[in-house]
């Protein structure tokens, strides 16, 4: 009976674990694509590139931040393949190319 508690226990901690996981990634991502929807939306008037800018930076270091504790949970490739859309884009920002490209 004892082996039965230790086991549900575990199971429920392994469970409540990735459950918790699961919310901190969608909230981490939720936060990561309003600031490009701001940037995006700000994007449509050429007058606001100081501000587009300012945002795309803080962005891509809040980027950092949220890549420390993903790298943890999320695969390294997938990880690369974001940090090297978000320097694209700050790259075409800085240099005030914001004409849509397609992928």
Not at 13 to 21: D, K, M, R, S, Y
């Amino acid at each position: 009976m004892r082996e039965f508690i230790i086991i549900c226990l575990v199971l429920i901690i392994i469970i409540a674990g990735g459950i918790g996981v699961q919310c901190y990634l969608n909230k981490s991502s939720e936060n990561l694509i309003n600031k490009l929807e701001e940037i995006k939306e700000l994007s449509q008037y050429e007058n606001k590139m100081g501000e587009i800018k300012e945002k795309c930076n803080l962005l891509y270091n809040e980027w950092k931040d949220t890549e420390k504790v993903w790298s943890i949970i999320v695969l390294h490739e997938e990880l690369d393949l974001i940090e090297q859309s978000l320097i694209e884009t700050k790259g075409h920002i800085q240099e005030e190319d914001l004409k849509e490209r397609k992928s």
